[in-house]
């Protein structure tokens, strides 16, 4: 029969406490071996790359470089779990496509609900279909009230990590699973329907009009009608045209 797979995982953490707890944790997990450990954020690019683990338990903010900024300059592209003692980073981990997102301090019933998921994730799959993002992203969202997005962390063409301000966004499309967000002159695909996106957006400043259309109302310049329609011009320079139940909705607005 075929070996189980071990998984090599390095710990990245600036408090050694919570280093410690986690290799306590992974005791007696056979598939699971840790094979360094890390301070701080620079620490945390060498070893990435060096040791190239499959996964990384790493904390969000410690002193120099976060953990995103790590994401953002490392070569090698590890599956994540996120840890850290603030709850305002799901939405993160929902863009980064993270396997989990834990809250410190943790006990060992959530770290190894937790570890049953990585397991599932990088042992047992055997080749089946992976989890959508949506999919994977609720359970770090599930027991955290909804909250409008202020800011997304979206990767670019070049696969850097970029901070985008929900405020700078000013059309979202979507086409299938994907949601491309128009920001200025650039764009970025997130891997989340439409339908999910605007369920995050706050109503008061983002408006769908049409099915696969949703437009930012403090971009919008100007509004003229056509035929039962109206046509919006973006602070962007880029035309959009609501259907006619898009322009019923917007018409208190702008007309």
């Known amino acids: 029969m075929e070996a189980e797979r071990s998984i090599r995982a390095l710990i990245v953490e600036d408090e050694p406490l919570a280093r410690q707890t986690i290799k306590d944790f ?29 996964l990384v338990f790493l904390d969000v903010r410690m002193p120099g470089l976060t953990g995103l900024q790590v994401l953002e300059s490392i070569k090698h ?16 981990a929902f863009e980064l496509e993270a396997l989990d997102y834990i809250l410190k301090p943790f006990g060992r019933e959530r770290f190894r609900q ?8 990088l042992v047992d799959s055997n080749g089946k279909p992976e989890p959508s993002v949506c ?17 997304l962390f979206v990767r670019d063409r070049r696969g850097r990590v970029v901070h985008v301000r929900v405020a700078e966004v000013t059309r979202l499309v979507g086409a299938d699973d994907y ?37 930012n109302l403090d971009h919008v310049v100007s509004c003229k009608p056509i035929d ?10 880029s035309e959009v045209i609501a259907s006619r139940s898009g322009s019923r909705n917007l018409r208190d607005l702008f007309v």
Request: proline letters at 3%; aromatic letters at 6%; charged letters at 35%.
């Open 26 to 54: 992974v005791q007696g997990e056979d598939w699971l071996k840790v094979v360094g450990e890390a301070a701080d954020g620079d620490s945390a690019i060498t070893l990435i790359d060096d040791l190239r683990p499959d």
């Open 77 to 92: 592209d590890p599956e994540v779990v996120f840890t850290t003692a603030y709850d305002d980073h799901a939405v993160t």
């Open 114 to 121: 937790m570890l049953t998921r990585v397991k599932l994730r």
């Open 135 to 151: 999919e994977r992203a609720q359970r770090a969202l599930e027991t955290k009230p909804v909250e409008h997005l202020l800011r």
């Open 179 to 215: 949601v491309e967000l128009h920001v200025s002159n650039a764009s970025y695909l997130v891997k989340v329907t439409l339908t999910e996106f605007e369920a995050r957006l706050d109503p008061k400043h983002f408006r769908r009009i049409h099915r696969s259309a949703i437009v």
């Open 228 to 237: 039962r329609r109206l046509r919006l011009k973006l602070s962007d320079g």
